[in-house]
């Protein structure tokens, strides 16, 4: 066999390869139909993308680990949170999840260490949960600080806050947060889970 | 008619009043105005709770100069619920033990004495176990001049409270109130007043190093009664005073906190006021004005 054949021959392996497949223009389909077909796979690609998203966003995902249903979410049923007399909810994604698509794609990445923790069980049962919950809990105190507390800022703002209907000791904590430029999270760790075991007062400065 | 009701309720507080006995300089009291503060139950919050962060949040607040009163005094009889009921920082609560007492304050002076009294109604026994059996009833008040204890112009008696004096949870039971670096010779300390209904008396003391609670030279006299349920204590003493007496001038003011055991309470188990001032003269959360 010759250097020729050898090379005729690898091209015709390379032209019958899926590549070469995706490459080669058409000459059955119109530009338009291929388009057409291209537009609604993209459409459905792109919904089951976002409602397999969107689904990893509910509470009954985040409660359907017992490592969440029996730990954080408990505490948190307790809340003004997760039950108040107006009726609105903030489930666990509204503080956890960003909204806006660029930090949420972030945050769904990081997620997957979740995964990993949930894979090798670093808090399958209370006591592994209680012994890493003030890393957990400092973790996620840190993002919210570095993030401005932008998830609880979807819903509230010092701005639209009326003082008038606060009791004395928010309105004059709030005064003070405005005054010194603070961050919901540096005053309301434990709003929704209790605070975890062995804080220092670093942790709430 | 009306004229007649009156002109008999002004004769009756004359002679509750000229009833103080030896008070001769005593003022009218129907006349004095009377400010409301609202003593609440503490539970388990002494000046080691207030100033922990990660238990409080007001401890940041208090890093920052506010006082007690600033974020409290309007919620002092929730607070007071919340603890007396054991929803909060209470470990041992004493069933049916009152949340909170309103108390009229009144205060006046003459030039010489200063004059202080102390009004409220009984709350409900709680039926538990006397702790004090002789005294079904003390109230006390502490003075402090110029915020030289830590925290006293925040917080009050708080500055005296500890976490290991005796009937906090685990504390030495023979250890009182104290404050931090306490010293007579150098104006650390709170003067102390008490009256104690199963002896009818009076006590000048102060808290420093330790709680003592004799040795003052400022108190002239502390006398109250019991008319059917309203309490109504008299304190007088002295501008002047001796060792472990705060020194009081007209136009000055005075970190100022007192409170009630009630219900044959003892040690902790009492029912206090935020840190307020007492100004002679001069404008304060109780205003004793010259008469």
């Known amino acids: 066999m010759t250097e020729q054949d050898k090379v005729g021959g690898n091209n015709e392996a390379a032209a019958t390869g899926w590549w070469a497949r995706l490459r080669r223009p058409s000459t059955r389909y119109s530009f338009g139909a291929i388009l057409a077909v291209g537009f609604v796979v993209g459409v459905f690609f792109w919904g089951g993308f976002n409602t397999a998203m969107e689904a990893t966003n509910t509470e009954k995902f985040c409660i359907s680990c017992h490592e969440m249903y029996d730990n954080v979410y408990q505490e948190y049923k307790e809340t003004i949170h997760y039950t108040n007399r107006t009726g609105v909810r903030a489930v666990c994604s509204d503080c956890h999840v960003p909204k806006d698509w660029t930090h949420k794609m972030i945050r769904k990445i990081q997620a997957s260490r979740e995964v990993w923790g949930k894979i090798t069980g670093s808090i399958d049962t209370r006591e592994k949960f209680e012994a890493k919950r003030l890393q957990l809990a400092r973790n996620e105190w840190k993002r919210m600080k570095a993030s401005d507390s932008r998830e609880c800022r979807n819903c509230h703002s010092l701005e639209s806050m009326n003082s008038e209907a606060q009791k004395q000791r928010a309105r004059k904590q709030h005064e003070m947060a405005r005054e010194d430029n603070m961050t919901c999270i540096d005053c309301h760790k434990g709003i929704a889970h209790h605070k975890p075991e062995g804080m220092t007062e670093q942790d709430e400065e | ?291």
């Open chain 2, 1 to 291: 008619m009306k004229q007649k009701t009156l002109a008999s309720a002004i004769g009756a507080m004359m002679l509750m009043g000229m009833g103080g006995g030896v008070l001769a300089a005593a003022p009218d009291w129907g006349t004095v105005p009377a400010t409301e503060v609202v003593l609440f139950y503490p539970g388990v919050s002494p000046l080691e709770w207030i100033t922990k962060g990660t238990e409080h949040g007001g401890a940041r607040a208090l890093k920052k100069g506010e006082t007690c009163a600033d974020c409290h005094d309007e919620e002092a009889s929730d607070m007071g619920r919340k603890m007396a009921s054991g929803q909060k920082i209470e470990p041992a609560p004493i069933p049916g033990k009152a949340g909170f007492i309103p108390v009229k304050v009144q205060a006046s002076h003459d030039g010489e004495n200063l004059y202080m009294r102390f009004a409220w109604k009984q709350p409900a026994a709680s039926g538990a176990a006397p702790l004090d059996a002789k005294n079904p009833v003390k109230i006390a008040f502490m003075l402090e001049d110029g915020g030289k204890v830590e925290l006293a112009d925040q917080a009050g008696c708080w500055a005296t409270c500890h976490l290991d004096s005796r009937t906090m949870p685990g504390a030495d039971e023979a250890k009182t109130k104290y404050v931090k670096g306490g010293s007579l010779a150098e104006g650390k300390f709170y003067d102390l007043y008490q009256w104690r209904s199963g002896e009818n008396k009076g006590f000048d003391g102060h808290v420093a190093e330790t709680r003592v609670m004799e040795g003052g030279k400022a108190l002239v006299s502390a006398e109250g009664k019991l008319a059917g349920d309203e309490w109504s204590v008299v304190f007088v003493r002295k501008l002047a005073g001796g060792e472990g007496d705060v020194t009081l001038a007209p136009g000055n003011a005075y970190n100022f906190g007192f409170a009630i055991h009630d219900d044959s309470a003892a040690g902790r188990f009492h029912h206090v006021s935020l840190g307020y001032k007492l100004g002679l003269d001069t404008d304060a959360h109780i205003k004793a004005v010259k008469q």
